[in-house]
C-alpha cells in the first residue's frame, strides 16, 4: 500500500496527473468539434467552384462516440504506451528497483502497486475525456443518455485496462523502455490483424469491443457477445498480471 | 476567414483553447523548474510554444529527466 501511494505522490510531482487527462480531454473533443464546423472550415478554405453544394452526413451521436474512441484506440493508447514504457523498465535500469525490493517489499506488491496506479491515472483520464465529449455531443449532435455514456466508460475502460496490464507485463519482462513500448503497440497490433482476420472464430476478442459499443448504441441494449468480450477481456488482464508478477520475480532472482 | 470567425460559436471552442493554454502553461513551469532536461531548455521551450498540443506532450514524455 505504501508503494501504491509512492506511486501515486510520483505521479502528481511528474505532472502526469495534470497533463493526461487534459490531453484525454483534447483527444475525445478534437473530431465533435471539428466535425460539427466542417461545413464552415471548407467554405472558408475554399478551392471549390461556384455552386457547388457540399452535402456533409449530419452525425448521429452513436457515430460522433465512435470518432472519439477512435481517437483513444490510436493516440490514446499510444500515449499510455509512451507514459508506461518506463515505468518498472526504468526503474530497473537505473537501478532504483533492486533499492525498493531490497526492503522487504515483496515482488506482487512492487508489481500491482505499479499496476494499480498506472490503471487508475488511465481510467480517471479517460473518464474526463469521455466526459468532455459526451457533453460537447449533447449540446451539437443531440441527445446521449448518461446511462450510455456509463456503459461506454465502463466497457471501454476494459480495453485500456488490458492495454495497461499489456503494458506492465512488457515491463515486467524487459528493461529497456523503448522496447516495451515497441513491444506493446506490435502485439495491439497483430491482435488487430489476427482479430480481423480470423473474425468469425474469435467473435470475442477484446479487439472487437469498440465494435460492440457501437452495436449497443445503436439497439440500445446490451448484445451477448459484448458481455463474452468484456469477461474474455478481464480473463486476459488477470493472466498477463499474474504472469507478469512470475516473470518479474524469476528476472530479479536471477540478478 | 472573416466569415470563418464570425459564425464560429466562441462557448464551443473556448474550453478547447483553454485547455491548450493550460497545457502549455503547466509544460513552460515545469521546464523553468527543472534542474536538467534532456536537450537544451531553449530548444525545449520553442517546441513547447510553437507546436500546437503536440509539443507540451513531447515535453512530457521525452523532455523530462527522471530523478
Partial sequence: MTLFQKEMVENWRNKKWIWVPLVMIILAIMDPISNYYMPQIIEAVGGLPEGTVFELPDFAPAEVVMMSLAQFSTLGVLIIVLISM?????????????????????????????????????LVSFFFGMLASWYYINILYGELSFENFLLIVLFYGLWLTFVVTLS????AMIK????????????IMVMRV?????????????NN???YIFEMLLTESIPSHLVGTASVTIMLSIILLIASIF??????LAN | MQELMESINWAIIAPFIMIQFILL????????????TRGSKWMWVFIIVFINIVGPVLYFIFGRRRD
Fill in chain 1, 86 to 122: 518506463g515505468t518498472i523498465a526504468g526503474e530497473r535500469k537505473s537501478g532504483i528497483s533492486e533499492l525498493i525490493l531490497v526492503k522487504p517489499v515483496s515482488y506482487i506488491n512492487y508489481i500491482t502497486a505499479k499496476w494499480a496506479a498506472l490503471l487508475i491515472l488511465t
Fill in chain 1, 168 to 171: 506492465i507485463f512488457y515491463n
Fill in chain 1, 176 to 187: 529497456t523502455p523503448g522496447l516495451v513500448a515497441f513491444l506493446t503497440i506490435f502485439t
Fill in chain 1, 194 to 206: 489476427i482479430t480481423q482476420v480470423f473474425h468469425h472464430l474469435l467473435n470475442w476478442s477484446p
Fill in chain 1, 209 to 211: 469491443l469498440s465494435n
Fill in chain 1, 247 to 252: 516473470i518479474f520475480k524469476k528476472k530479479e
Fill in chain 2, 25 to 36: 502553461i503547466v509544460a513552460i513551469i515545469d521546464l523553468v523548474k527543472a534542474d536538467e
